[in-house]
């Protein structure tokens, strides 16, 4: 074995430990000079300007569920019920409503609990909010804008509720009455208040008690109060919109729900419940406002100043109010193929001005369906007779009206509100009574067990008048419901429903059948038409 020496082994040993730390710092300072970034100089980028957000009355177009409100119902009642409420366990029952932002671009965020019922409810609630596709947003200035909405979603015992095809109840509500629900905005014959708008804000002004908080903090500004004008006139469902404190908001809705009545709104000919919103004005030294046999002459309106509101709304001249301008947009309408394939269906709101002289110009649309189906929408406008202009202050003005013109295809079914005529059993309403009475088979069950009720049945009433797709929405028992959707599926061809342009129409019925059955009698007044009556309950859905 070759062995060196010690003075070499010395000299070797300290080559070594001076030259090994060298070769790691060489490749860190390799490996450091590649991984290090490139210094570039970039332009500051601008903040992100965080989106308006608008409440619901701020919007001349309400955010709205893409497939429709009836699907919205359909999609809510696939919940699934919490077992606390299934089981009837310390009697949860209720709403829980829930509060959302619909951003321009459709999704829902701020998904929160408004008001909760229990932590399992409460979860359900949000999870179906927080999982619903993207919605169409509400649109202000013709701008898709981000605006607050709110949906209460009640739970109910399955055993005191109507029951799904799983077992489950869950029934939609709006923020708001169910009246509200069907109440829309904006009417061809919008209501009227006795002696006209300058009537009703000084009858505002001469009933306001300036709250003695508000008035020793000098606070002062615009609180908006909704409600209801009901078909007859009467005042409903008061609700504070905004509100600024002290006192002021409890004062408006107070003197708000001491309105008289309305002459109420039209729609079709036909008087309707309609949303109303009013600004009440706190003013520490406010303008009064004059009678009209001192208010001095109006002064001359511009001729380039465009309303969305006036005393008296353009309409179709010489119609006697029973055609509306929204009814002639549908009599219009020419369905492109798309719809009639059912590739698209739905509403496309147009947004256009009625001159002074009763012509219409700038005809656009403001929330869009397809493009064919938007300019199907444009072509109905541009078809619409001269009409009656609006007026104010007897002077006839320019009015801006948004109009939603409806494209369904030919196998569309309308809800029963949807239609200008509404679906007839043949005959009148004893007819109906006595076809339900004379061929109700009472199972043995309803005396075995002294059982009673009824069976409510949906059912619809097709374009030919024949009844189809009955469906159990509020059981009773199980030979029962066989019974009742026998008697349904029996039926006789109906009258059935048609639209604005008088064609017939598939539409949604409902009826609610009595077991067993009492004596028929006739109601005063009553039609063919389906109406509520105490042996068999027949009712519009």
């Known amino acids: ?74 999609y809510l009642k696939s919940a699934r019920l919490p077992a606390e409420v299934k089981e009837g366990r310390w009697r949860i029952e209720g709403t829980v409503q829930i509060n959302f932002v619909v951003r321009s671009d459709g999704r829902l965020t701020d998904v929160f609990v408004a008001r909760g019922l229990s932590a399992a409810t409460n979860a359900e609630a949000l999870r179906l909010i927080q999982a619903m596709p993207r919605w169409r947003p509400g649109r202000r200035n013709d701008e898709a804008v981000a605006t607050r909405y709110a949906l209460e979603v009640r739970f109910q015992n399955p055993r005191e509720a109507t029951l799904d095809s799983k077992g489950n109840m869950v029934q939609l509500q709006y923020s708001g009455s169910e009246k509200e629900r069907k109440a829309p905005d904006y009417v061809e014959q919008m209501p009227v208040f006795p002696g006209g708008t300058q009537a009703l804000l000084k009858y505002i002004q001469d009933n306001i008690k300036y709250p003695a908080l508000a008035l020793r903090n000098q606070v002062e500004g615009k609180v908006f109060v909704g409600f209801i004008i009901g078909m ?46 009013v600004p009440v004005t706190f003013s520490v030294n ?12 109006a ?34 309408v020419v369905l492109p193929a798309e719809v009639r394939e059912g590739k698209s269906e739905g509403q496309v709101y147009v947004n256009f001005v009625v001159r002074p002289d009763g012509s219409t110009s700038d005809a656009k649309v403001v929330r869009s369906l ?32 948004t109009v939603p013109v409806v494209l369904y295809g ?24 006595n076809y339900l009475t004379e061929k109700l088979r009472e199972p043995k069950v309803l005396k075995q067990e002294n059982l009673a009720g009824f069976v409510e049945v949906r059912f619809v009433v097709q374009a030919d008048g024949k009844v189809g797709a009955a469906e159990i929405v509020r059981p009773l028992c199980r030979s029962c419901d066989e019974e009742a959707l026998r008697l349904v599926r029996d039926m006789p061809r109906w009258t059935p429903a048609r639209n604005a ?41």
Request: aromatic content about 6%; overall charge positive; glycine content about 6%.
């Open 232 to 277: 007859d006139g009467s005042i409903s469902d008061v609700e504070l919109y905004k509100g600024i404190g002290s006192g002021c908001d409890e004062e408006a809705v107070r003197v708000i729900s001491s309105l008289p009545r309305f002459e109420p709104g039209k729609q079709n000919g036909r008087t309707v419940a309609v949303s109303y919103t």
């Open 370 to 401: 397809c493009p064919a189906c938007d300019q199907a929408a444009l072509a109905a406008v541009q078809a619409l007779p001269r009409l009656a202009p609006g007026k104010q202050n007897g002077q006839t003005v320019a009015v801006q009206l």
């Open 1 to 74: 074995m070759f062995l060196l020496s010690s003075p070499v082994r010395h000299r070797l040993l300290a080559g070594l430990l001076v030259a090994l730390p060298l070769l790691p710092v060489t490749a860190q300072t390799k490996s450091a000079a590649k991984k290090a970034p490139i210094k570039t100089t970039r332009p500051a980028t601008a903040t992100a300007v965080p989106e308006t957000v608008y409440e619901t009355y701020q919007v001349q177009i309400k955010p709205e569920y893409a497939a429709g409100q009836f699907a919205l119902q359909q």
């Open 286 to 297: 406010p303008t009064p406002v004059t009678d009209a046999a001192t208010t001095p002459p």
């Open 410 to 433: 030919p196998n569309h079914v309308f809800e029963s509100y949807q239609v200008a005529t509404q679906a007839a059993f043949p005959g009148d309403a004893m007819a109906l009574r």
């Open 501 to 541: 342009a008088g064609q017939p129409v598939a539409v949604r019925q409902s009826v609610r059948i009595q077991m067993p059955a009492p004596p028929a009698k006739l109601m005063p007044g009553s039609t063919g038409q389906v109406k509520s009556a105490p042996a068999f309950h027949s009712q519009k859905t």
């Open 299 to 332: 002064p001359v309106v511009p001729e380039d100043k465009v309303y969305t509101y006036v005393e008296q709304m353009p309409t179709i001249p010489g119609a006697n109010n029973s055609v509306s301008i929204s009814t002639a947009l549908q009599a219009a």
